[in-house]
């Protein structure tokens, strides 16, 4: 170990902050700490961000909180996101590059914005031709190919809806989606490459005709100029429509604040999925605004989020937010480790990104694989993102060291698909990073821990509870898409006073335990469904889970809880080991010692199972309920969100076994 890495270390045992360099803090967006008093003029404050956009009429009232929870935002006022993302950057900034798009067999784009006006506008023309309206609900099932934003802003810009599906979904979730949303479009592609291999989309599409009772029409575009696999005769070919409307502009039309932008159906852990419904001021407000402040993005940057558009991460992250700004935004097609473990370091020196924007999953896996594939490439990241899940310290101090050369700094920023932007987040110029805290609530934003009967715990007080927000803000969710009801029962039931027309009485759930330390610092647990009981004592399983990671041998790990009679709950540790360890009693003996050293011997893990591969979602979340099933012997339950359903049978035969 040399000097500098004791250095580094020492500092992360006694969790100790890292402030931003000056270098940062000079240039920064948002470098005054009076922007939070500004914010605190509730709800006048936000009218900053509503300011950044470009509007066709002022609104008259920022807020209407008459009929709780459906708030409404920038009353009056309206706009369109397509001209906002597009058209008003023509003049100052036309022949820049708004996308850079990366194939993963090596072929690239620059679209310039000039260049994604002409290609939205004949989007546009094609979606109209087709019969789209105002107010229909496009469905969108494309990979990570230009096509897909440039339908995204296509959309808005005629006043539709989009609904993106991920790519990964099943031709299942496909159908039960444009079922749900009463979709009369699909939009979808030939294929697309993945790990060299090309993929055949519209076989996604083929089956889930069969699988809805609507008939919708389907639109197909190509990866390359004529199609690769075969395309029904029924479907409808984006490049001939294209063509037919070479050179037209259509107006964007004016949307009322109001007004729905898209649907974004979360990825339903339990039950059917629900389709969360984002507005068309507030949201863009709010996520132009968290871009400028949080993500620090600027015009002449290149920023990089490497997450899927399919997620909210990148409707508001790769998409709306950036564009907005007239930045430019990277867009990979591929998987991080084809044809090397280097292509996202590549990509990053090729592109000399600024920004970069990932998640706790991915650090871990870049971590495994090792920093020898990171090392000798040149880029110079000023600014680094986490979102998704809380991060280990250990994985945090990995990227801010191999990825960031200690001259980064890090938001960790956390928030959820209803919320559309960043809830809490440090200001990277303001606030010193803690590694593992998401840190201060955002601007304006008022966010509170209950405990389960609904009262406040003291602020500050180490204790952790329900993390709930108090106060609306314009990037939430309006409503369940078609169920207002569920929309009530599922994030303010529990904590309002659903009988009261007072905004006020009404407190948003988000599902996530927290804790507010000394300092002001928030962390997030992770949903409430993984905070264990542990004989008396709150456990996150992030916490055992940070612990285990600090063994070297380990590359991942999950943290489960099995039932038992005498402490109610024990935890069981799912751990990968690094390439070239050997699974041991040796290691097996530093997981527990590492645990009962940085928690306690109360938190001893009733077993230790090293296992290939964790069960995850498609957008790389452990799926610890499936280990808590396997560890308690219950039935698996639905799989179908995972990336691959056989992990958790192979883990379960593994565990029958033993
Ligand atoms: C943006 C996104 C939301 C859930 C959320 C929480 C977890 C997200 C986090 C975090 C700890 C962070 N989460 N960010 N936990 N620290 N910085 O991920 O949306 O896919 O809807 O997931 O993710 O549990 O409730 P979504």
Known sequence: MSDEDITIESRLAEQDYFEPPESFVDQANAADPAIYDRFDEFPAGFEEYAE?????????TVLDDSNPPFYEWFVGGELNASHNCVD?????????TAILWEGEDGETRDITYDDLHEQVNETAAALRSVGVEEDDIVTIHLPMVPALPITMLACARIGAPHSVVFAGFSANALAERVGSAESDHIVTIDGYYRRGEFLDHIEKADQAMTETDRDPEVLAWTRHDE???????????MSALLDDHRGETV????????????LMYTSGTTGQPKGC???????LAYVTGTSKYVEDIKPEDTYWCPADIGWITGHSYIVYGPLSLGTTTVMYEGAPDHPTKSRIWE?????????????PTAVRQFMKWGEEHVEGHDFDFRHMTTVGEPIQPEAWLWYYKHIGDESAVIVDTWWQTETGGHLITNLPAIQDMKPGSAGHPAPGIQPAIYDDNGEAIPTESDEAGNLVIERPWPGMLQTVYGNDERFISEYWERFSDTDSDDSSDWVYEAGDGAVQAEDGYYRVLGRLDDVMNVAGHRLGTMELESAVAEVEDVAE????????????EVPDVYVTVREGVEESEAVRDRIVGAIEQEIGKFARPNEVIFVDDLPKTRSGKIMRRLLENISNGDDLGNTTTLRD?????????????D
């Open 52 to 60: 950044m956009l470009d509007w066709e009429s002022e609104w008259d």
């Open 88 to 96: 008003r950057h023509l003049a100052e900034r036309g022949d820049e």
């Open 227 to 237: 199609p690769e696999v075969d395309v029904s005769d029924d479907y409808t070919m």
């Open 251 to 262: 107006e964007p039309v004016s949307r009322d604040a109001e007004d729905p932008l898209f």
């Open 277 to 283: 419904q984002h507005r068309t001021g507030g949201y």
């Open 347 to 359: 990509i990053a020196e090729s592109y000399d990104v600024d920004i970069f924007h990932t998640s």
């Open 557 to 568: 790990a999950a943290v489960a809880a099995r039932e038992d009679a005498q402490k109610g």
């Open 645 to 657: 359903p056989s992990v958790p049978e192979e883990i379960r035969d593994q565990v029958q076994a």
